[in-house]
């Protein structure tokens, strides 16, 4: 699964990154974060048709991490929707609507995952995996509306917007880690992933094609990621070869 990850480029980047066309949130800049975690507001790239415009706009958006499908009763179930699996996301009724016409990319710096420590099965180490080129990763997504029956139309908190990371089996360097990482869509698909047009699932599929694994290096980091309450550029710094562990 990808349940941390960090996000620390700044919101002038992003729009210029990703070629985006309109600031969804001008009012708002999110800090850099170094430990995102599920519950937590992140920047999501989604295309979007305005009201009587007639083609869609690439946006970037303030959403909540952790999806909250339309059905639900409460926005809680959003806390359990971190993660869509490759392998179940055009069929699974929490994200199969979102799949077909909600895609977005979620930008990162790299993602954290834990690995067992030989001889103690209760202790884990954190390692940050990220580009090898230090650039950065567009996970691909879905994001969803909820509304919220217990707030006035005219609310500006009648509407939630959430996301999730879709996931897929690791290669190599990740998967010596862990057997799941997120999907990552290379620079030349972001158009077609975005494109609300396109709503055949099938067709989304072909576009989920796993990054070579000479794209991503790991090391092992301080065990202060574990705490979401921690923050700060310390957290993706290497561990110095003597506080290293043995690992499985």
């Known amino acids: ?31 850099p ?29 303030i959403v909540k991490w952790g999806l909250v499908p339309p059905w639900a009763k409460d926005p ?7 993660n ?3 392998e179940t996301v055009a ?7 979102a799949f077909a016409k909600r895609r977005c990319l979620l930008p990162a710096d790299g993602f954290f995952e834990w690995m067992p420590v030989e001889g103690d099965k209760k202790k884990k180490q954190p390692y940050f995996i990220h580009p090898a080129d230090g650039g950065l990763m567009a996970m691909a997504g879905l994001y969803e509306f909820w509304k919220d029956p217990t707030r006035d139309d005219d609310d500006p908190l009648k ?21 799941r990482m997120p ?33 991503l290096v790991a090391y ?15 957290l993706i710094k290497p561990l110095p070869p003597e506080e290293e562990v043995a690992l499985f």
């Open 1 to 31: 699964m990808c349940g941390r990850y960090a996000s620390t480029r700044k919101k002038h980047e992003l729009l210029e990154e990703f070629r985006v066309e309109q600031d969804a949130d001008p009012d708002i800049e999110l800090g």
């Open 33 to 61: 974060d170094y430990n995102v975690a599920p519950t937590k507001k992140v920047y999501a790239v989604m295309s979007r048709v305005p009201k009587d415009a007639e083609r869609a706009v690439r946006q970037l958006k």
């Open 76 to 82: 809680s179930i959003g806390s359990r929707m971190i």
């Open 84 to 86: 869509a699996r490759l």
């Open 91 to 97: 069929e699974k009724p929490s994200f199969r609507q």
């Open 159 to 179: 509407w939630l917007v959430t996301c999730t990371v879709i996931t897929t089996q690791a290669q190599d360097e990740a998967g010596r880690i862990h057997d």
């Open 183 to 215: 999907m990552m869509i290379e620079p030349e698909r972001w158009g077609d992933w975005l494109d609300p047009k396109l709503t055949d699932p099938q067709q989304a599929r072909t576009l989920l094609v796993p990054a070579g694994s000479e794209r």
């Open 220 to 234: 092992p980091v301080s065990t202060d990621v574990n705490n979401v309450r921690n923050n700060g550029p310390e």
